[in-house]
């Protein structure tokens, strides 16, 4: 791994961690991790392989990639406070970021470090994936999947919580919303 995936490794790792101390939602809290997995993608992507089962593959990456988002959207604590949307990720949405983060670095420290390759190798051949790059691109998409859901379901949640609490405050019942800690 160079310093640039160890750097830029570490920043999305540092997202969801400063998420535990809670803070307003705004624009920066989408941008920023926006903003890394744009660079991550254009730095890494430069193909998206279609032969063989290479799709297969990015598929099912992508598709754990958005379930770890979804659910790690879903286990963010979003209230309103003084007019403003509060944002706190919880220890399970915390979890489910490391691990997605980790299992992404494991995998690369692996193939790269510790006699992963020919392990890789022999099963890319058994299940007929092309090459490196349909890897490099199941993981950079996962990735980038993972941050755009996680992102979406706290954007939605948080009109949910601001209409609710507006509906409160105008004088009309409002359902109260169970909000996952």
């Known amino acids: 791994m160079t310093t640039t995936d ?9 997202v969801v961690f400063r998420q535990l101390r ?16 744009a660079f991550v993608a254009n ?26 988002g979804i659910a790690g959207g879903a286990y963010t604590r979003i209230r309103v406070s003084g007019g403003n949307l509060l944002i706190k990720a919880g220890a399970v949405s915390a979890v489910l970021w ?5 299992a992404r670095m494991g995998f690369q420290l692996w193939v790269t470090h510790a006699g992963g390759a ?5 099963f890319s051949a058994a299940h007929q994936i092309t090459s490196s790059d349909a890897w490099v691109a199941a993981f950079v998409l996962m990735a980038l999947t993972e ?29 109260v919303l169970d909000r996952v800690a």
Do not use: C, H, Q
């Open 6 to 14: 160890w750097i830029t490794d570490i920043a999305l790792l540092l």
């Open 22 to 37: 809670e803070g307003v939602l705004g624009p920066k809290s989408y941008l920023v991790p926006l903003g890394i997995v």
């Open 147 to 175: 941050v755009v859901t996680r992102l979406a379901t706290i954007f939605v949640r948080s009109r949910t919580v601001a209409r609710t609490t507006a509906a409160g405050t105008a004088g009309t019942a409002a359902p």
């Open 43 to 68: 730095s890494y992507l430069d193909t998206i392989p279609t032969a063989g089962n290479d799709l297969v593959l990015i598929g099912a990456l992508v598709a754990v990639g958005a379930v770890l």
């Open 98 to 102: 490391v691990v997605g983060m980790g």
């Open 118 to 122: 020919a392990d890789v190798a022999r």
